[in-house]
Nanobody, 121 residues
């Protein structure tokens, strides 16, 4: 199983972006247990941005009210992260992580390659 985060880019403060997390190699029969989005700015530790499990969502304090996480079953899309009212401090590489069950591997956590989000003034 491979995950890929996409949708990053350059946006001005106050703008919006929607990130996508897609999965490949899952086969036809699989289950998404949990999905989380993390971010890491240069020199900082990776921090949890948002998570969703069984329809229940959680958010980091710094993004609560501005970001929304969704599960998505559209083809291979696992999750969407809608980011509104972006601030300079939201600049980071964003990663998705998913715990996915497949018949072959059972429940395993996977990290996706990150996507860069840059917020400019």
């Amino acid at each position: 199983v491979q995950l890929q985060a996409s949708g990053g880019g350059l946006v001005q403060t106050g703008g919006s972006l929607t990130l996508s997390c897609t999965a490949s190699g899952t086969g036809t029969f699989f289950r998404i247990n949990t999905v989380s989005w993390y971010r890491q700015a240069p020199g900082d530790q990776r921090e949890l941005v948002a998570g969703i499990s069984g329809g229940r969502t959680s958010y980091g304090t710094s993004v609560k009210g501005r970001f929304s996480i969704f599960e998505d079953s559209d083809e291979n899309t696992v999750s969407l992260l809608q980011m509104n009212s972006l601030k300079l401090e939201d600049t980071a590489v964003y990663y998705c992580h998913a715990n996915i069950w497949t018949p072959a591997m059972g429940s395993v956590g996977y990290w996706g390659q990150g996507t860069q989000v840059t917020v400019s003034s």
